[in-house]
């Protein structure tokens, strides 16, 4: 069951065991790589989301504006919604994995609080290592 779906954003929710699974379906512009990034903080806050795998393969760069956007506005969220682990698939795509590690240097410095995040390149490595909630 999807609980969320538009042209360029899929989000399913197992609530059993709160987790949330996002794909990006396309490379988007800014003001769509906004919205969804509200929803997808909206669906985290009112689900009681616990553990996030979310597919960004297809997401291609973002600009250094929606970088700070993100830093500022998303991360933040994230932090306060309680969620323990986030795994980001960032696909075969060796410079998307090489930003996000950037990324991540530069939104530590306002703590990730309890908030695990690793990156991985297959859906079957970020769900196993999710799967470890029930270890």
């Known amino acids: 069951m999807v609980d969320f779906e538009n042209e360029y ?6 609530h059993d065991v ?17 919205h ?7 669906m985290l806050l009112k689900n009681n989301i616990k553990f996030w795998i979310a597919d960004s393969a297809k997401l ?5 504006e929606d ?8 991360v933040p969220k994230i932090i306060a919604s309680g969620i323990s682990k986030l795994a980001r698939l960032s696909g ?3 410079i998307s ?8 240097e530069k939104a530590s410095p306002t703590g990730l609080g309890e908030l695990e995040v690793r990156q991985y390149m297959s859906y079957k490595e970020a769900a ?8």
């Open 9 to 14: 954003l899929h989000i399913w929710i197992d």
């Open 97 to 104: 994995f090489n930003k996000f590690k950037d990324f991540m």
């Open 92 to 94: 075969e795509d060796k």
């Open 128 to 135: 196993d290592w999710i799967g470890e909630i029930n270890t």
């Open 60 to 64: 291609g760069d973002i600009s250094v």
């Open 36 to 42: 969804g990034n509200n929803i997808l903080t909206d």
């Open 67 to 74: 970088e700070v956007w993100t830093i500022q506005e998303v």
């Open 18 to 34: 709160h987790l949330m699974h996002s794909e990006w379906l396309s490379k988007v512009s800014s003001e769509q790589y906004r």
